[in-house]
């Protein structure tokens, strides 16, 4: 039986932040965003837009389309919740009005986690041929004002249905998985923007790489020449080059500078998006289906990595007829739709990020759901009526 990704939907922040702004006020060369890390723009929120809401435009398309039957479970994958014991997925479950008999969990291991709940899905609709499972990662990543992660924020969503006979990919058994406990990233309790150790960080990824390679061959996933496409977990797209630049070394590809321009269609979303976290490596495979002329029948490879560190590299074939189940033109119009934000608003927007107490936050969102502020220690979502 085939199992995968039968739906995949994004959404992202309303607002976005043009790179170029940001090297004028840090009086930083542009090159370095644009050609040494390979960001051009950052989508940010505003201030009724969270993980939450974000995710529920997301997953309100795969709604909208295939309904609700034979979804049981919702795997919430995110390093940016909102409350320390109640699953973002819960509120999303309230605001999309999903059936009660449903299991819903949230899941986290910074940017990797919705790889395990890909996977973790795959097994339930093993066991369940009949039932689908939800798969949404959303995130919003922060770093201080001026710091030298400032360049690499962004926020979105992805939202996945995994089901048997999927349309969009079917998931390959084999995995490599790598896992090692480092401080390369880490975001404590008491903080809402991350401290990392950013050189050291590249530097965990390139070796996770090689780690999970070796544990995907090993575990008899396929042949480097056998994978047509790589899609990497995207921080700043030019770590998807250097990633991929290490396993064309690691597997001694045969022509390894064709093979890294081939990467270039799964970059072009997250060059304008930032880093989304979570999202970012299924953001990297959406551009590819959305931005390739024609992928049908190729083997694609995912390699998600999450920072403390867990890295996961599997393969996944595109079935005929995929393109009718994409959003081409709507995933296009959402970044094209973005409103330009200045320097000056992007700081103030940042400082107000970390509310706290009660508050109300201001109407800003165009629907359909905001998070209008947080009442007696209670985060309000609102279904805004259309
Ligand atoms: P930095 O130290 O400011 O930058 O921070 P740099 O000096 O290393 O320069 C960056 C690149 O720009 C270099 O290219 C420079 O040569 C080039 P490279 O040599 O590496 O190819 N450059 C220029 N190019 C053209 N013209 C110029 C120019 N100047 C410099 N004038 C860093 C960069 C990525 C470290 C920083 O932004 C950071 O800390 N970011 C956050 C951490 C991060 O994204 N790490 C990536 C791996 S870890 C990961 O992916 C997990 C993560 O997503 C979290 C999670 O899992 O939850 C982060």
């Given amino acids: 039986m085939k199992i995968g990704i039968h739906d995949i939907a994004a ?23 644009q050609r040494g890390l390979g960001q051009f723009e950052m989508s940010i929120s505003t201030e009724d837009d969270d993980i939450v809401t974000m995710a529920a435009r997301a997953t309100k398309q795969i709604i909208d389309r295939h309904g609700t039957d034979g979804i049981r479970t919702v795997m919430f994958a995110t390093e940016t919740g909102v409350d320390q014991s109640k699953s973002a997925g819960v509120f999303l479950h309230g605001l999309l009005g999903l059936p009660a008999n449903t299991r819903v969990v949230e899941l986290k ?12 899905a795959a097994g339930i609709v093993a066991r369940k041929p009949k039932e689908k499972v939800l798969v949404i990662a959303s995130d919003t ?3 201080e004002l001026g710091s ?4 690499t924020q962004g926020c979105g969503a992805i939202a996945m249905l995994i089901s048997a006979n999927p349309a969009v990919l079917e998931i390959e058994p084999a995995a490599g998985l790598w896992t090692s406990d480092v401080m390369d990233f880490w975001r404590p309790n008491d903080r809402s923007t991350a401290l990392v150790d950013g050189h050291y960080s590249m530097q965990v990824y390139l070796e996770s790489v090689e780690g999970a390679w070796h544990d995907f061959r090993a575990a008899g ?15 700043f797209t030019k770590m998807a080059v250097k990633a991929h630049r290490k396993l064309t070394e690691v597997a001694q590809a045969a022509n390894p500078d064709a ?18 976290y979570t999202a970012s490596v299924f953001y990297a495979l959406l551009s590819l289906l959305d931005n390739a002329e024609d992928v049908t029948g190729k083997r694609v490879a995912l390699f998600s990595y999450g920072s403390g560190a867990v890295a ?18 709507e995933n296009r119009r959402m970044l094209d739709a973005r409103t330009t934000i200045g320097y000056g608003e992007y700081r103030d927007r940042h400082i107000k990020f970390d509310q706290t107490g009660a508050y109300d936050t201001a109407v800003e969102s165009d629907g359909p759901y905001r998070f209008a502020g947080v009442v007696d220690n209670k985060r309000q979502y609102v279904t805004v009526a259309s």
Avoid: W
């Fill in 221 to 235: 996933g396929a042949e480097f020449a056998d994978i047509d496409y790589f899609c990497y977990h995207q921080p």
């Fill in 11 to 33: 959404a992202t922040g309303s607002l976005v932040l043009d790179l170029s702004e940001l090297a004028e006020h840090t009086g930083t060369d542009i090159a370095k965003f």
């Fill in 312 to 329: 996961e590299l599997f393969t996944g074939i595109v079935p005929a007829g995929y393109q009718a189940h994409l959003r081409r033109d």
């Fill in 109 to 120: 291991e910074a940017c990797y986690s919705a790889t395990a709940a890909l996977q973790f």
């Fill in 141 to 143: 990543a922060r770093y």
């Fill in 259 to 276: 093979s890294v321009a081939s990467l270039e269609e799964t970059m072009i979303y997250n060059r304008r998006i930032g880093n989304s």
């Fill in 148 to 151: 030298s992660g400032e360049p």
